[in-house]
């Protein structure tokens, strides 16, 4: 497979990267720099340039899509069928396919289901209005966008249908799971082989699960043929019935018994929409249709059985007419060959070759990888458990040996599997197409996982989840990361804000993965993002871990620390804290000489206030905002309004007055004397002041003070 990233084809579309690889085709993320826009293109694979059938089906894609002009089908903008590459340029959509989201889902809410399966009917009908049927609708071939929008992509084996009404149709080549019967049975399919696969596609994504599963397609295909799936209601019982009933009808074995068209379909989800208790009047469950009979492989050697639709064994008789038997053998050869995966014949001569006998043999040692059968047959391989046998081992074939067969033709090889196997570790180099082969051979479903990587080669396996060394059992899913050397990114998204479980789907839907998610405080709801570890609209790597905080309900709390000046007024004092008026913190005995001290305090919330006092006089208050980060505080200074009791210093002498006032806190500057006569009291001596002191009252240390002292007996009293 040519690998055009980085790559300009015709001069126009700038090749940036592999969103998609199918049978066929490569898809490609371009850059078109002529109309300025992002676009997809479909490049056919090397390998199938020479091939007729392949080049018919590629155009025949694009002849398809080039009539449609509708919002729900990806549109398609130009093509180019040269000799050396075959490309279609379409609308590049940015999203996941149908099969994804139900995957990640389990089951689709059904008011989502229905919102998807109107989009997916509208797109339909008018594809068949076009007269194209698409054949080959399902999951995996619907994309979904962000915002909800569906959109039907690949129209690679739809045929006109009116053009071709009266000639039998192709090979049945649709996927198994989801193909209506009749093109199981190689029949003339029209607009009603579409609903029965819309029918498959809205079971699966109300139950979550597909109608019919089995270990091989044969053996799917015969289920579609005979078996009525389990009701949706019986799955997940809470899905209304009338949406059920609208699922049975389109999935009616009978064309004859589903709807007409998708229009009429999607009238009934529109009537359904409008009254979801509704319960349809419908008596789709007779069958018109004579009973079938398929032929069942025989790998034990018994007499051959066969089973009606009620799945009754009935014994095939010897005397069965000739014409019968050629008639229940072509309609087996036709189920068989139409529907085993990939069962597509190409490069077929008109040289016949006579068909080994391969029983016995190991296919993974003596026939996978030897070119003197592999460029002879092209080889389908069905696996059956089987213990006693080694791994690969053939139990039977298809056709069986000395067959005259066309070169090229398919050669159905019948296996001895275990319930389990070694992941080896040449995987580990291989390219994804052998590695997708490799792993499908043996049983396992591969998950393709592009990953950067500056080491291995583009396009081959650096890992596989469960690791290479591992048993993994058969049926399992095996994820394959594949090389890629283009770093594809994605902007990241604003998380914070919403809940964890939409955070984690939003990253998911972009290709992102939750990386670790913490708990912490704050005063948003319990369960909200709070903080996320990448920036919104930072370009990241897709696959890129984001780590983010979730609020656990509870109010953060936090510190800040707060300086207080003491005042200056040579005494002793005792600090308060209050927060939000309660007492908070008591200092003991501080000395008020002018120094700065540090408190640090601790709370949550937003509004809260503080209060510091000394003395129960308030020297500081402000606000604090606890929640956030730093800590937000404001602060208001308040002039200390210091207060001590008056002394009596009457008698005492006049400087003795004054140092007991100065040390009790009041000012000398505030402390005034005067003289005055006295028969009675010796000159010097104070023998009153003002205000009067009475022990108890509380004065301001700034407060002015008047001593009256003696200046001993006046001269007339001499």
Same mark, same amino acid.
């Given at each position: ?28 993320? =371009? ?8 676009? #997809?293109?479909k ?15 590629? *155009?025949?894609?694009s *002849?398809?899509? =080039? ?24 609308e590049?959509?940015?999203g ?14 059904? /008011? ?17 209005? /076009? ?23 690949d ?10 009404? +009266?000639?039998?149709?192709? &090979? ?15 029949e ?23 109608p019919?599963?089995?270990? +091989? ?44 068209? =998708? ?12 009254n ?12 018109q ?8 492989n025989n ?13 009754? @064994?009935?014994?095939? &008789? ?13 309609? =087996? ?9 990939? #069962? ?7 040289q016949?070759?006579? @068909? ?9 040692s ?28 053939v ?33 580990v ?65 604003t ?25 912490? +405080?704050?005063?948003?709801e319990k369960?909200?993002?709070?903080q ?8 990241v ?34 600090? &308060? ?79 003795e007055?004054?140092?007991?006032l100065?040390?009790a ?9 005067? &003289? ?7 000159a ?7 205000p ?5 009252? *509380?004065?301001?240390t +700034? ?15 001499n």
């Amino acid at each position: 497979m040519d690998n055009f990233c980085g790559k300009r084809l015709d001069g126009r579309y700038e090749i940036m990267e592999i969103i998609g690889v199918g049978g066929m085709a490569v898809v490609y993320k =371009a850059y078109d720099n002529i109309d300025d826009r992002i676009v #997809a293109i479909k490049i056919l694979k090397d390998e199938y340039l020479t091939n007729d059938e392949f080049k018919r089906r590629f *155009k025949n894609e694009s *002849k398809a899509i =080039a009539v449609l002009s509708h919002p729900n089908i990806v549109r398609v903008y130009n093509v180019s069928f040269g000799d050396r590459i075959q490309y279609i340029v379409m609308e590049y959509v940015d999203g996941i396919t149908l099969k994804e989201y139900i995957e990640q889902q389990g089951a689709v809410n059904w /008011k989502e289901a229905v919102h998807f399966m109107s989009q997916i009917l509208a797109a339909l009908q008018h594809a068949h209005d /076009k007269g194209i049927v698409h054949q080959d609708i399902k999951p995996q071939n619907i994309l979904l966008l962000q915002d909800g929008t569906i959109k039907v992509t690949d129209f690679g084996i739809a045929r006109f249908s009116r053009a071709d009404s +009266n000639t039998t149709s192709e &090979k049945a080549i649709g996927s198994v799971h989801y193909i209506s019967p009749e093109q199981a049975r190689g029949e003339v399919t029209d607009e009603k082989a579409d609903i029965y696969s819309v029918g498959v596609v809205l079971y699966e994504m109300l139950t979550g699960q597909l109608p019919f599963q089995s270990d +091989n397609a044969v053996s799917v295909a015969i289920m579609q043929l005979q078996k009525e799936p389990k009701r949706p209601r019986e799955i997940i019982s809470t899905i209304p019935m009338g949406l059920e009933q609208i699922t049975m009808r389109a999935m009616q074995k009978s064309p004859n018994g589903r709807y007409g068209s =998708a229009a009429e379909m999607l009238m009934d989800i529109n009537v359904f929409k409008r009254n979801p208790s509704i319960k349809f009047d419908y008596s789709y469950f007779v069958d018109q249709e004579p009973t079938k009979y398929i032929r069942t492989n025989n790998l034990s050697g018994r007499d051959q059985r066969f089973t009606n639709d009620n799945n009754t @064994v009935v014994e095939e &008789k010897s005397s069965m007419n000739k014409t019968t038997a050629v008639m229940l053998g072509a309609i =087996a050869g036709i189920v068989v060959l139409a529907l085993v995966i990939g #069962a597509i014949l190409f490069g077929t001569k008109n040289q016949m070759v006579e @068909v080994p006998n391969f029983s016995g043999f190991n296919y993974y040692s003596q026939i996978e990888n030897e070119k003197k059968y592999t460029d002879i047959f092209t080889f389908e391989i069905e696996m059956v458990e089987n213990s006693t046998l080694d791994d690969g081992t053939v139990i039977s074939q298809d056709p069986i040996s000395s067959t005259k067969v066309k070169k090229g033709s398919v050669i159905t090889l019948t296996i001895a599997q275990k319930n389990s196997i070694l992941l080896d570790t040449s995987i580990v180099g291989m390219t994804e197409e052998k590695a997708k082969s490799y792993l499908n051979q043996r049983g396992i479903i591969s998950t393709i996982v592009t990953e950067y990587s500056e080491t291995v080669t583009p396009g081959c396996v650096i890992k596989t989840s469960p690791e290479v060394g591992s048993t993994v059992k058969i049926g399992s899913e095996v994820t394959v990361y594949i090389a890629t050397d283009t770093k594809e990114t994605v902007k990241m998204p604003t998380i914070e804000g919403t809940t964890r479980e939409i955070a984690e789907d939003y990253l998911k839907n972009l290709g992102l993965e939750p990386g670790v998610v913490t708990e912490v +405080n704050s005063e948003l709801e319990k369960g909200v993002v709070v903080q996320q570890s990448v920036k919104a609209d930072t370009d990241v790597p897709v696959g890129s871990k984001i780590d983010f905080s979730v609020s656990n309900g509870i109010l953060p709390e936090s510190s800040v620390d707060v300086f207080v000046t003491l005042p200056s007024v040579n005494k002793t004092g005792i600090l &308060k804290i209050y927060i939000n008026n309660a007492l908070y913190f008591t200092s003991e005995e501080l000395f008020l000489d002018g120094a700065t001290k540090q408190f640090t305090l601790e709370g949550s919330g937003a509004e809260n206030t503080y209060t510091i006092t000394i003395d129960d006089s308030p020297v500081k208050k402000g606000t604090i905002d606890f929640t956030q980060d730093p800590v937000a505080i404001t602060e208001e200074e308040i002039t200390f309004d210091n207060k001590v009791v008056l002394i009596n210093v009457e008698g005492m002498t006049e400087q003795e007055a004054i140092d007991k006032l100065t040390m009790a806190g009041f000012k000398k500057e505030n402390i005034e004397t005067v &003289k005055k006569s006295s028969s009675t009291v010796p000159a010097g001596v104070v023998f009153s002041q003002v205000p009067t002191a009475d022990g108890t009252t *509380k004065f301001s240390t +700034n407060e002015s003070i008047t001593l009256v002292v003696s200046s001993g007996p006046s001269a007339t009293a001499n």
